[in-house]
């Protein structure tokens, strides 16, 4: 592969499940609060398709105010998971800048932003919407797992104005964490800033603060979709 991951910081260290034919779509996949990329290429080798590469970068570490300060790996700080919580404003944009060079790193190598899909778990899940919704590019897709949209107030203003993509959101419907009414108020909140039609909710009776098989089939399905073999 032609291009320098050392110019992109999070690229480098990141887990990569490659394709096994010519790779023409990638899925790049952020992991939650105090996880690693490895949480999550294990379970989406599982429904990998042959054409699309998947990237897990991982967060950098840094203290969370949330968790006394606690040193772990985070994409921004988080003071708390109500949506009228305090946000780590200057953090969220900083994280997202460090996802849109990943994005513009594929780019450069062959594969176009209407082929790639930005996904994520939780506080993963929370930057991939921002980092779409104010990306400069048209991406293929999101898909956001048992998350909120960050900074929500600042939108629909903050959005690049991309209001043609599709946005696959899932939630349990026993999660403490992020409740299922929080994600409830992102898809409406979403609605008001991309095409209403292109946004699916699905909750899942009796899952926690997780992924299930039945998530995993329908994250597939999403994919499939919207970055077909071409």
């Not at 944009?93 to 594969?111: F, L, P, Q, S, Y």
């Not at 898909?143 to 959005?159: E, G, Q, T």
């Not at 095409?195 to 909710?201: C, E, G, M, V």
């Amino acid at each position: 592969m032609c291009g320098n991951n050392m110019s992109v910081p999070l690229l480098a260290e990141a887990v990569t499940v490659s394709g096994t034919e010519k790779e023409t779509a990638a899925v790049i996949f952020l992991h939650g609060l105090g996880d690693t990329g490895h949480g999550w290429a294990d379970t989406l080798t599982g429904i990998q398709l042959p054409h699309v590469k998947f990237i897990c970068p991982h967060a950098p570490r840094i203290p969370v105010t949330l968790n006394m300060k606690s040193t772990m790996p985070a994409w921004f700080d988080l003071m708390g998971l109500s949506p009228d919580s305090p946000e780590d404003e200057s953090g969220i944009k900083k994280a997202a800048d460090n996802i849109k060079a990943i994005i513009e790193h594929e780019v450069k190598n062959g594969i176009p932003p209407n082929r790639i899909i930005l996904g994520g778990f939780s506080q993963g899940g929370a930057l991939s919407l921002y980092t779409a919704l104010t990306c400069q590019h048209q991406l293929a897709g999101v898909v956001a797992l048992s998350c909120w949209l960050p900074l929500h107030r600042s939108f629909p203003s903050a959005s690049s104005g991309n209001k043609n993509i599709p946005i696959l959101q899932c939630h349990g419907e026993m999660d403490i964490m992020i409740p299922v009414q929080f994600g409830a108020m992102t898809a409406e909140k979403l609605k008001s800033i991309v095409n209403p039609q292109l946004i699916t909710f699905k909750t899942y009776p009796g899952l926690p603060h997780s992924s299930c098989p039945q998530e995993m089939a329908t994250v597939k399905e999403f994919i499939e979709k919207y970055l077909p073999r071409i």
